[in-house]
């Protein structure tokens, strides 16, 4: 058997409904939950809960700076696609040393997924928006292999209703 993480992005909020900047599972599977503050979800800095429209009117320059990279360039006051990179590396080292064979669990937020794959599958943090899809409620699956991390899903939403799937902000 080989280690596989499933990647899990958390369920709708009246944030991600309105298509807004943001940042109980657990107890449906009488598992304790174990929190990583590393997982959290990019710092937004002073776009935190805004509009994209009003960021790209109120913060024109490091808007653009940050669609052109992210990596590099950081929200106003936020933080950089490659500390998110670091600390969301720093717990899949923590699983990866822990465990070595078997299914574990991360839910976490979408700029962070993200940002996390594309640190293992070898793609630039800078590109995360425009390489890596993570609608609300879906689950991609890395399996570890010898030759390093396996990508066996992106985003899947399978598990969903279609309902579910067509409301706004996922």
């Known amino acids: 058997m080989t280690l596989r993480i499933y990647f899990l992005r958390h369920g709708q909020t009246e944030l991600s409904r309105e298509d807004n900047f943001c940042g109980p599972l657990c107890d449906a599977l009488s598992i304790q939950m ?16 805004l509009t994209k429209e009003f960021v ?3 913060y024109h320059d ?6 052109a990279d992210p990596a ?10 490659v500390v998110i990179a670091r600390r969301g590396l720093r717990v899949v ?5 822990h465990f070595t064979d078997g299914n574990v669990l991360v839910v976490s937020h979408k700029a962070t ?10 793609i630039d943090v800078g590109r995360f928006r ?3 899809v993570c609608p609300v409620g879906s689950v991609s699956v890395v399996e570890f292999t010898s030759e390093g991390p396996l990508l066996h899903s992106l ?10 799937k067509s409301l706004p902000g996922t």
């Open 72 to 81: 590099w360039h950081a929200p106003t006051g936020g933080e950089l696609a």
């Open 34 to 49: 174990q929190v990583r503050p590393d997982l959290s979800e990019i710092g937004y800095g002073k776009w935190e809960g």
């Open 56 to 58: 790209a009117r109120e």
């Open 62 to 67: 490091d808007y653009v700076s940050w669609l």
């Open 93 to 97: 080292e923590e699983i990866t040393q």
């Open 130 to 132: 425009y390489r890596l």
């Open 113 to 122: 997924i993200r940002v996390i794959l594309c640190s293992l599958l070898g």
């Open 155 to 164: 985003a899947d939403r399978s598990h969903l209703t279609d309902a579910l």
